[in-house]
């Protein structure tokens, strides 16, 4: 074992989870060691509740994700939603739709089936895939949840050599299932612009993970009820001192599931959220910066 351990230090990894909880000197470009990202709007009228909502409240919002699917929205949807992000200046990321629970196969329904979480069979589903992205580019998104690792390794390669803009963004999603350094290392280094680890990943895993990668850290604060349920408001401070910068995923526990139907009256619940997140933040790490701007 120490070897292996020496072997990962050698290479420029952490040797093990780091249960000292090391302060991240790292921030966003504006300086921020925080941003806020809801999850979980579906549309246009959820999105406009919800930044109106924290408007009134005074609350920063940098983030808004829809998760069902470029597929399932109209392009007259999509305008709206990229307009609504533009009018309240928030990165607009939505998820690239064909996926496992959209294809033929029925395997992601069973029980063992669902370990392959929502990563993609075939190649006809990667060029599906990379149509969604091309449709939402063409009504001016510009930031991609991404569901399957070949997905985004082919993605970045047309980001790369110019067949998408530049300034597209690849998020990857926690349903790929990823919790460790170094399968952190490996997504940064094929495209990922943000990382959302596993939903339960524990405070010595984060800062281990934060110690190899440079990208920002998506984490949930709290869950819907198909993921467990569990709310982690208490140890956000933490998160944010050993992990910045960071993207905290509010408003989850809301929901039922991951890809629940978010309703207005839901969306102003996940605005209320927000609020108690940024209260434990103010009173136990009041000297975190939380960003001003979304970009």
Request: hydrophobic letters at 35%.
């Amino acid at each position: 074992m120490k070897q292996t351990r020496e072997f990962l230090k050698k290479i420029g990894l952490p040797s093990g989870d780091l249960h000292e909880l090391p302060d991240s000197s790292k921030t966003f470009s504006d300086g921020g060691k925080y941003r806020f990202e809801v999850p979980g709007i579906q549309g246009p009228a959820a999105m406009k509740a919800l930044l109106e909502n924290l408007a009134e409240k005074e609350l920063p919002i940098h983030r808004v994700t829809q998760t069902k699917g470029i597929m399932l929205l109209l392009d007259k949807e999509i305008e709206q939603m990229v307009s609504l992000a533009e009018e309240h200046t928030v990165e607009l990321v939505l998820a690239i739709g064909p996926r496992a629970t959209y294809d033929t196969s029925a395997s992601v329904q069973t029980p063992e089936g669902q370990r392959m979480g929502y990563r993609l069979r075939g190649q006809e589903q990667i060029v599906r895939a990379v149509e969604d992205v091309k449709r939402a580019i063409c009504l001016g998104c510009h930031s991609f949840l991404i569901y399957d690792e070949g997905s985004l390794w082919i993605l970045n390669e047309m980001r790369k050599q110019g067949e998408i803009p530049a300034q597209c963004r690849f998020k990857v999603s926690a349903h790929c299932g990823h919790g460790n350094p170094c399968s952190g290392k490996m997504l940064e280094s094929i495209g990922a612009d943000s990382l959302n680890p596993v939903r339960d990943i524990q405070l010595p895993m984060l800062a281990a993970l934060r110690a190899a990668i440079d990208i920002p850290i998506d984490i949930h604060t709290e869950n819907p009820a198909s993921s467990g349920g569990f709310i982690r408001h208490y140890e956000v401070p933490e998160m944010i001192r050993v992990a910045a910068p960071v993207y905290l995923k509010t408003g989850g526990s809301v929901a039922k599931t991951h890809s629940w139907d978010t309703s207005e009256a839901d969306a102003r619940q996940r605005a209320k959220q927000v609020a108690l997140v940024k209260r434990v933040i103010d009173q136990y790490y009041p000297d975190a910066i939380c960003s001003l701007k979304a970009k």
